[in-house]
């Protein structure tokens, strides 16, 4: 692969942005993945954004990564706010957004690149695998009505709700039009957001079949995935960020007749669950920590979300139909409830 160094006069074709906390047992891997990448037609930068780590990620990529263009920040600004300011230094005519703990198979930027020229613009991810046991995560995501995300993992659906952020491709332009992530919803979720306002705007979003990229998930915020005992595990933070951005996009993006009927609901469901869980894990922290702040979030943020709203619905290019097709009917939280039982929450 032709890697682009700082200074180089010839453009590169993909600048591919890592955003970096306390990424120390990981990044290494994922840019030597990156720097590993086979019969890419282009030249390559890698632009890595460091939110103020106190660990030694800092030092590592300097020691070992002179030629990647490095930005650091003093203080935490979250991801939404990183991969704001990577992209604004990038010179890619493609922008590849990945994670600090995610490691790319060999053919991954050459596979991202061929469905890009197939399909268009658009927005491009690939399969997701389990960094510790190679399971298949994910081809994408579907959603339930409440927008908690439904893992595609049938080859033969490409257009999928949305791609995972901690691999996602599209391209410089056209992040410039979707206008990059709101800085207002710090981190989680914002790749949902990209993904259900490029589809609003007319654009695909579609899940790759070939190659793929392993991924430590839930190092960055903890938990998110089903553990070896075979049950649910989540933290605090990672909850309270979710709910409160998914909550975000549903009154951003949601057509109006069906936002009437189920941002109501999903605030009532949401108390109950709050409630409940609360009673049953004995823990009033949890309602504090979670549900409050979700709701919270949405009062201190209404002019943001009905600015936001009226800029995203002005510009819609398919129906409230077209934009149903990926919400599946049945409750995901409801699915993992019977499956696993009550998470364990951290």
Not at 94 to 110: E, M, P, S, T, W
Not at 309 to 324: D, L, P, T, Y
Not at 327 to 343: A, D, E, I, N
Request: glycine residues 8%; contains cysteine; positive net charge.
């Amino acid at each position: 692969m032709d890697f682009n160094r700082q200074g180089d006069d010839v453009l590169p074709l993909c600048s591919v942005c890592i955003a970096n906390y306390n990424g120390e047992d990981y990044i290494e891997h994922c840019i030597d993945s990156i720097l590993a990448q086979k019969q890419f037609p282009g030249r390559v930068e890698i632009i890595v954004h460091d939110d103020a780590s106190t660990d030694n990620s800092l030092s590592l990529i300097k020691a070992k990564f002179s030629d990647v263009i490095l930005l650091t920040s003093t203080e935490n600004v979250g991801f939404c706010v990183s991969n704001n300011r990577m992209v604004a230094e990038a010179r890619g005519t493609f922008i590849l957004l990945l994670n600090n703990d995610a490691v790319l198979y060999g053919d991954a930027l050459k596979i991202l690149y061929e469905g890009s020229q197939k399909y268009g613009d658009g927005i491009f991810g690939l399969p997701q695998y389990d960094a510790e046991s190679k399971n298949l995560i994910d081809l994408g995501s579907m959603f339930d009505p409440f927008l908690n995300p439904i893992p595609n993992t049938d080859n033969d659906i490409q257009e999928v709700g949305m791609i995972i952020g901690a691999c996602l491709w599209l391209p410089r332009d056209l992040w410039k039009e979707l206008g990059g992530f709101p800085v207002w919803f710090g981190s989680m979720a914002e790749d949902m957001y990209l993904c259900c306002l490029a589809r609003l705007w007319g654009y695909p979003v579609i899940a790759l079949p070939n190659s793929g990229f392993d991924h430590w998930v839930g190092k960055s915020f903890g938990g998110g995935k089903v553990t070896k005992v075979n049950k649910l595990s989540t933290s605090k933070k990672r909850r309270s960020l979710s709910e409160k951005n998914k909550t975000f996009v549903m009154c951003v993006c949601y057509p109006f007749a069906l936002l009437l009927v189920i941002l109501p609901l999903h605030l009532l469901l949401l108390t109950l669950e709050g409630m409940l869980l609360s009673i049953i894990k004995q823990d009033k922290s949890l309602w504090s920590d979670i549900y409050w702040k979700c709701f919270k979030g949405v009062v201190k943020n209404r002019r943001n979300l009905l600015t936001a709203r009226k800029h995203v619905q002005s510009k819609k290019k398919i129906s409230g139909i077209a934009f149903g097709r990926y919400l599946l009917h049945v409750p995901r939280k409801l699915t993992m409830l019977l499956k696993y039982g009550l998470p364990t929450v951290k």
